[in-house]
């Protein structure tokens, strides 16, 4: 059994390194934010947006019903969104599908190019599906860390691997 999930883990981190890295130009791109209502607090650097949020910055999309976002003197630091779920999308390369993860919670540290996705925590590239209670993606190093439930509920790590097609 030990065999099988440390061969259906290596198979799925191997499908993962094309998320490595997101468009080269996303960065650099402004950041479009739209929502019913917005606070900004300027000592904190914390602005807060709820009802139907969207934030656009190249191919990343972030949907949530309420979403934080930090920011410093180096600019947005951390994006955190909550909805049901809450939604994440990038195009990870140009010859790659869009990768969307969805989840409760979404804690987005913009320079550790890192996701956590927690509450029924789901990651989908193309056909294939990544799921589990919480999800910590790092996009620069191509790292994919699944936890099942440490409750009674005995939620565990699932993947779904298609398999590769010809000109695949």
Same mark, same amino acid.
């Given at each position: 059994?030990?065999?099988?999930?440390?061969?259906? #883990?290596?198979?799925? #981190? #191997?499908?993962?390194?094309?998320?490595?890295?997101? #468009?080269? +130009? +996303?960065?650099?791109?402004?950041?479009?934010?739209?929502? +019913?209502?917005?606070?900004?607090?300027?000592?904190?650097? &914390?602005? *807060?947006?709820?009802?139907?949020?969207?934030? =656009?910055? !190249?191919?990343?999309?972030?949907?949530?019903?309420? =979403?934080?976002?930090?920011?410093? +003197?180096? !600019?947005?630091?951390? &994006?955190?969104?909550?909805?049901?779920?809450?939604?994440?999308?990038?195009?990870?390369?140009?010859?790659?599908? *869009?990768?969307?993860?969805? !989840?409760? $919670?979404?804690? /987005?540290?913009?320079?550790?190019?890192?996701?956590? &996705?927690?509450?029924?925590? $789901?990651?989908?590239?193309?056909?294939?599906?990544?799921?589990?209670?919480?999800?910590? /993606?790092?996009?620069?190093?191509? *790292? *994919?860390?699944?936890? !099942?439930?440490?409750?009674?509920?005995?939620?565990?790590?699932?993947?779904? &691997?298609?398999?590769?097609?010809?000109?695949?």
């Amino acid at each position: 059994m030990c065999n099988k999930l440390s061969y259906l #883990l290596l198979a799925t #981190l #191997l499908t993962l390194p094309s998320l490595a890295q997101a #468009l080269p +130009d +996303d960065r650099q791109q402004p950041i479009h934010i739209s929502a +019913d209502s917005a606070s900004m607090n300027e000592r904190s650097g &914390i602005t *807060v947006y709820t009802g139907n949020v969207e934030i =656009v910055q !190249g191919t990343m999309i972030i949907r949530g019903a309420r =979403v934080e976002l930090h920011r410093n +003197d180096a !600019g947005v630091q951390r &994006i955190i969104s909550t909805g049901n779920p809450a939604q994440f999308q990038q195009q990870p390369s140009r010859n790659q599908p *869009v990768t969307k993860a969805y !989840g409760e $919670r979404m804690d /987005y540290r913009v320079n550790k190019q890192e996701i956590t &996705i927690t509450e029924s925590a $789901r990651v989908d590239q193309g056909r294939d599906t990544f799921t589990g209670e919480r999800i910590i /993606y790092n996009m620069e190093k191509a *790292v *994919v860390n699944a936890y !099942g439930s440490d409750s009674d509920s005995g939620q565990r790590v699932q993947m779904v &691997i298609q398999p590769k097609t010809e000109g695949n």
